[in-house]
T-cell receptor, first 112, second 115 residues
């Protein structure tokens, strides 16, 4: 089966850097994605890593180590609007985007 | 440039009634997915459809739940004889392809409350 582990909550201050870790167990691996969800809102896609290494997109970066079954999302220069839940997700069997398995999410609170 | 549209935003049903949730994918997207989310939980995959076809329904309960994505019109998630445990947020997503690196675009969800 497939499962993902991520911290349930993280708190940081404005301007700081925060790292949200995700470890996964999968029967086959086809990539790790990250989504952001504000309270009551639609999840929005942040990043996708299929290969080892760091992918940078503005203030957000995502890292993957396939040998360690581990990835993280790095948020820099935190802003109040970054307060949200962040979900890591892996593709289900066969690599079809259809069956995306999500972690339970990490609630990030950014304090002034 | 409308995103994924879901309606209604909120739906209240009494036990035993039927719930119909609608989803119009983004323009140009032919792949639709339904997910369910309980409070403080991640999203749980239910079903993946392409126009007129169910591709993967492994996450959908065998009884009372059904989904369709007709040639014309929105995708419908139908829950018959609702029970209190069906109360959740139901999110629809779409993508232009079913490839692994194709991000999902989610709608704002339908919050179903069963009383």
């Amino acid at each position: 089966g497939q499962s993902l582990e991520q911290p349930s909550e993280v708190t940081a201050v404005e301007g700081a850097i925060v790292q949200i870790n995700c470890t996964y167990q999968t029967s086959g691996f086809y990539g790790l994605s990250w989504y952001q969800q504000h309270d009551g809102g639609a999840p929005t896609f942040l990043s996708y890593n299929a290969l080892d290494g760091l992918e940078e997109t503005g203030r957000f970066s995502s890292f993957l180590s396939r040998s360690d079954s581990y990835g993280y999302l790095l948020l820099q220069e935190l802003q109040m609007k970054d307060s949200a839940s962040y979900f890591c997700a892996v593709l289900g069997a066969g690599g079809s985007q259809g069956n995306l398995i999500f972690g339970k999410g990490t609630k990030l609170s950014v304090k002034p | 440039n409308a995103g994924v549209m879901q309606n209604p935003r909120h739906l209240v049903r009494r036990r035993g009634q039927e719930a119909r949730l609608r989803c119009s994918p983004m323009k140009g997207h032919s792949h639709v997915y339904w997910y369910r989310q309980l409070p403080e939980e991640g999203l749980k995959f239910m079903v993946y459809l392409q126009k007129e076809n169910i591709i993967d329904e492994s996450g959908m309960p065998k009884e009372r739940f059904s989904a369709e994505f007709p040639k014309e019109g929105p995708s419908i998630l139908r829950i018959q004889q609702v029970v209190r445990g069906d109360s959740a947020a139901y999110f629809c997503a779409s993508s232009p392809s079913g490839r692994g690196n194709s991000p999902l675009h989610f709608g704002n969800g339908t919050r179903l409350t069963v009383t």
